[in-house]
């Protein structure tokens, strides 16, 4: 008994235990405290840049980046779902305005400058401070611009076709005007890019001239021609191609159409394959993944998740298309997760 309870701590050693584990405690609050400073710092270092030019002899600019917000994935879906909205708003008002219904166009205008608002606050924003000094240090100039990559990519949302037949009609009548002549199969095999500063500019135009309705329609239009892009690439159309056979895929599926999806499956693989020999040898070994997963499933299409495993196919499949310049991206910061394990 006595040999058990000298292994039993006593006093001193319960005072001495407790003050081991107070230290351990410190240090490793100490040490998740340091993870969250060093995952924050990796995070503004990422979304924060300076760039700093001349020989300072007589003048010398920095310039200083700053991106605050990110957009995940969810929300470039949620964003692009928003704009198609819009540019239906634009649309109805446009037919009202064509009616010359103002009541039933000013609900549409105000509506679309609303939704342009939520889209806003979804994307990320970029602080650009431009400072110009002179060889004595002194600042002669500065300017600070606020911008977004507001350049929304409708093929990543649901588009109906409802939205994009007006503008593809308002387009082909600018061009008639001008003595132009726009293919049908080079505005259905491309990507659709809704410019939202072009848009809310020519809004906020209509909705000051609704007392002058053909004014203000004449800014409508200019919305639906100028403001809406259908941009072509080559490489990317087998890519249309796979999106829309993946819809149609999942709606089969959905529909309990099992034969009709695997067909519409087998069409996205032909198009994967042609995209394939379009791209890069780094490049291909994602694209060949794809089809592989496409290939498990066909077997599969009468399981529960099926069309969850489609649309996740039709995700990749958009991540893959070009990019253009101002156009709004995935932006996700690691930071948070790296302190969020640091702490676990």
Same mark, same amino acid.
């Given at each position: 008994?006595?040999?058990?309870?000298?292994?039993?701590?006593?006093?001193?050693?319960?005072?001495?235990?407790?003050?081991?584990? +107070?230290?351990?405690?410190?240090?490793?609050?100490?040490?998740?405290?340091?993870?969250?400073?060093?995952?924050?710092?990796?995070?503004?270092? @990422?979304?924060?840049?300076?760039?700093?030019?001349?020989?300072?002899?007589?003048?010398?600019?920095?310039?200083?980046?700053?991106?605050?917000?990110?957009?995940?994935?969810?929300?470039?879906?949620?964003?692009?779902?928003?704009?198609?909205?819009?540019?239906?708003?634009?649309?109805?008002?446009?037919?009202?305005?064509?009616?010359?219904?103002?009541?039933?166009?000013?609900?549409?205008?105000?509506?679309? =400058?609303?939704?342009?608002?939520?889209? =806003?606050?979804?994307?990320?924003?970029?602080?650009?401070?431009?400072?110009?000094?002179?060889?004595?240090?002194?600042?002669?100039?500065?300017?600070?611009?606020?911008?977004?990559?507001?350049?929304?990519?409708?093929?990543?949302?649901?588009?109906?076709?409802?939205?994009?037949?007006?503008?593809?009609?308002?387009?082909?009548?600018?061009?008639?005007?001008?003595? +132009?002549?726009?293919?049908?199969?080079?505005?259905?095999?491309?990507?659709?890019?809704?410019?939202?500063?072009?848009?809310?500019?020519?809004?906020?135009?209509?909705?000051?001239?609704?007392?002058?309705?053909?004014?203000?329609?004449?800014?409508?239009?200019?919305?639906?021609?100028?403001?809406?892009?259908?941009?072509?690439?080559?490489?990317?159309?087998?890519?249309?191609?796979?999106?829309?056979?993946?819809?149609?895929?999942?709606?089969?599926?959905?529909?309990?159409?099992?034969?009709?999806?695997?067909?519409?499956?087998?069409?996205?693989?032909?198009?994967?394959?042609?995209?394939?020999?379009?791209?890069?040898?780094?490049?291909?070994?994602?694209?060949?993944?794809?089809?592989?997963?496409?290939?498990?499933?066909?077997?599969?299409?009468?399981?529960?998740?099926?069309?969850?495993?489609?649309?996740?196919?039709?995700? @990749?499949?958009?991540?893959?298309?070009?990019?253009?310049?101002?156009?709004?991206?995935?932006?996700?910061?690691?930071?948070?997760?790296?302190?969020?394990?640091?702490?676990?």
């Amino acid at each position: 008994m006595n040999a058990f309870r000298d292994f039993l701590p006593n006093k001193d050693d319960k005072a001495t235990i407790a003050v081991v584990a +107070l230290l351990t405690l410190v240090l490793f609050a100490g040490t998740a405290v340091l993870a969250v400073t060093r995952a924050n710092e990796v995070g503004g270092q @990422r979304d924060q840049s300076t760039i700093t030019t001349g020989s300072g002899e007589r003048y010398q600019t920095t310039v200083e980046r700053h991106t605050e917000g990110s957009l995940s994935a969810q929300d470039l879906h949620q964003v692009s779902l928003l704009t198609s909205r819009i540019v239906n708003h634009v649309n109805e008002a446009t037919k009202g305005l064509l009616d010359q219904d103002v009541d039933s166009a000013r609900p549409e205008i105000e509506s679309a =400058r609303k939704l342009i608002g939520v889209v =806003r606050d979804l994307l990320p924003v970029t602080t650009v401070t431009t400072v110009v000094k002179d060889a004595g240090g002194k600042e002669v100039y500065r300017d600070v611009d606020e911008v977004q990559d507001d350049k929304i990519a409708l093929h990543s949302g649901m588009i109906a076709m409802e939205v994009v037949e007006p503008i593809i009609d308002a387009k082909e009548q600018s061009a008639a005007l001008k003595g +132009l002549r726009l293919a049908d199969a080079e505005l259905i095999h491309t990507s659709v890019l809704a410019d939202l500063s072009y848009i809310e500019r020519k809004l906020n135009r209509a909705a000051a001239l609704l007392d002058s309705p053909d004014e203000a329609l004449a800014h409508l239009v200019l919305a639906q021609t100028q403001g809406v892009q259908f941009v072509v690439n080559e490489v990317d159309n087998p890519l249309v191609e796979v999106q829309h056979a993946l819809r149609l895929a999942e709606r089969m599926v959905e529909e309990g159409k099992h034969e009709a999806a695997q067909e519409n499956l087998r069409k996205a693989q032909i198009q994967l394959g042609m995209y394939r020999a379009l791209v890069g040898r780094e490049a291909a070994k994602a694209v060949r993944q794809l089809e592989d997963d496409i290939t498990a499933l066909v077997p599969r299409t009468n399981e529960q998740n099926a069309a969850g495993e489609i649309r996740e196919f039709w995700e @990749r499949a958009v991540s893959w298309l070009r990019e253009a310049t101002g156009q709004a991206h995935v932006v996700e910061g690691d930071a948070g997760d790296q302190a969020e394990r640091a702490v676990k």
